[in-house]
């Protein structure tokens, strides 16, 4: 989907600037389709990013699923926390994309 709408977007962006807000609208949906792609990927309990751990971390991914919601409350709600645990990666993941098909992020 995230792709889908990255091509939509560039063939908005070679017509006239009329098209500007949809070609915008839709590089703003993409972001979120990646922001919600790595918020998915995090290694906790509940999320499909706690499946990739080892094995060996199961223990300690009992340990912690009690608190699974308090873990991601706190990532979600404290902007420092969420810059580094979300948007950095976040950023990676969309100017990879953007450097692939030959676009610039803003």
């Known amino acids: ?13 070679s017509g006239p600037s009329l ?7 839709l590089v ?18 509940g999320l499909d990013g706690s ?13 912690i699923q009690p608190y699974s919601w308090a873990i991601l409350l706190f990532i979600v709600a404290v902007p ?8 950095v990666p976040m950023t990676f993941v969309v100017r990879g994309i953007f450097s692939i098909f030959g676009l610039r992020s803003s």
């Open 80 to 87: 420092a926390v969420r810059a580094v645990v979300l948007g």
């Open 19 to 25: 098209e500007a807000p949809l070609r915008d609208a």
């Open 51 to 63: 499946r990739l751990l080892p094995p060996s971390l199961d223990a300690w991914q009992r340990k």
């Open 28 to 45: 703003l949906l993409f972001t979120v389709n990646v922001g919600l792609f790595v918020f998915n990927l995090l290694p906790i309990p």
């Open 1 to 13: 989907l995230a792709l889908a709408l990255l091509a939509i977007a560039l063939l908005v962006a």
